[in-house]
């Protein structure tokens, strides 16, 4: 067994869950975003009760439109936990 | 402070790494016994055909996988739905199923008009069997089987399919140069930029949606894995939420961005 490979390859896994990890705290933003969308939706409710299923419709999608970026992070971390692209390369 | 070399780092750990004992390995490789993997869809058939290796680790391989037979299921399911709401209509309606067939019909026509104007209403019958297929693809899950929506081949041919749709219409309203005025507006420097967000609006449609429901299947996942024996209870109120609504709110999510992304290339001076 080759222990240097094998002390560097969990030293890379380490760093590689961490990252995926990291990532992950791009999803604070989309949260926020949702968030606000959400309560401007229920004030414009409010305000207007007769429009609801227009503005729930357009606060969905605005809603799809600010999860980009945490679906991205999402998307980063899964192909960091799962393929493992640098660990793996280390034989 | 002092920058740890490789070397160092190895030294370091390798205190605590007997040679005979076991060091980590990564959980992929553990789970033989009993842990929790993500996989991709499974092959079913392995494909050779035009000299295409049926390897799954090439680029391009054209593999029978889960994906595509599952969605053979729901294309046999939706067209039996859907031949059976369409036979034997009357003027009047007289039945239940007649009723609803029109309630079907109703909804869709209305979702189109609403977002795109009645000009566009020959869209309907695309955006009812994207959000029915999509739906129902993603409802799979609930099944069983693997959704095909969590596999990005198949969601991403739906998004070539919206940038081919946007392309056609910048064709029919634009004139033969109408796709490439659009890249030159406002101005003419603005073409990288355009032309980025030309690429990214179906990439990031089908990204979406390919993330939303891998989301929940892995999480839904987790939880029969963690729960093992006594998923009883929990996983079908959190089913609700992770597998039904995701999936529905997913369908509209895909259909209205298809139907703006249609709409936004529309280049007649009378649009807007």
Not at chain 1, 57 to 71: H, L, Q, Y
Not at chain 2, 133 to 152: E, K, Q, V, Y
Not at chain 2, 175 to 192: D, H, I, Q, T, Y
Request: contains cysteine; hydrophobic residues 50%; glycine residues 10%.
């Amino acid at each position: 067994m080759n222990m240097e490979l094998e002390a560097l390859r969990a030293t890379v896994l380490a760093a590689e869950v961490m990252g995926a990890g990291i990532a992950m705290l791009a999803n604070i933003g989309p949260g926020l975003g949702e968030g606000f969308v959400g309560a401007k939706a229920v004030e414009a409710v409010g305000r207007q009760p007769e429009a609801t299923g227009v503005i729930t419709r357009t606060m969905i999608i605005g809603d799809a439109i600010c999860e980009t970026s945490g679906i991205y992070a999402f998307i980063f971390a899964l192909m960091v936990m799962f393929t493992r692209p640098f660990s793996s390369s280390l034989g | 402070m002092e920058f740890i070399t490789n070397g160092e780092v190895v030294e370091f750990l390798g205190e605590y790494f007997e040679a005979d004992e076991p060091v980590a390995r990564p959980p992929v490789e553990a789970a033989a016994d009993g842990g929790f993997t993500v996989d991709g869809a499974q092959i079913v058939v392995p494909v050779e055909i035009l000299g295409v290796s049926s390897d799954p680790d090439s680029f391009v391989s054209f593999n029978l996988t889960t994906s595509v037979t599952v969605q053979w299921v729901m294309l046999i399911i939706l067209g039996i739905l859907f031949f059976i709401l369409g036979r034997n209509l009357k003027v009047k309606p007289e039945t239940k199923r007649q009723a609803a067939a029109e309630m079907l019909v109703d909804f869709f026509n209305g979702m189109v008009s609403d977002a795109m104007g009645s000009k566009y209403i020959k869209y309907a019958p695309y955006i009812a069997i994207i959000f029915c297929f999509s739906m129902f693809n993603s409802l799979a899950g609930l099944l069983g089987m693997r959704s095909p929506t969590a596999d990005i081949s198949v969601v991403g041919t739906w998004g070539l399919i919206t940038a081919f749709l946007v392309l056609r219409n910048k064709f029919k309203t634009g004139g033969f140069w109408g796709p490439l005025k659009s890249l030159l507006e406002p101005v003419a420097p603005m073409f990288p930029i355009n032309l980025i967000g030309e690429i990214t609006n179906p990439l990031t449609q089908s990204f979406r949606h390919f993330g939303n429901i891998l989301a929940g299947t892995i999480i839904m996942g987790i939880i029969y894995w963690a729960m093992g024996f006594f998923a009883i209870f929990l996983p079908a109120v959190l089913s609700m939420y992770f597998d039904i609504f995701g999936a529905v709110v997913q369908a509209y999510i895909f259909s209205t961005l298809t139907m703006v992304y249609v709409l936004m290339a529309d280049r007649s001076p009378d649009a807007q």
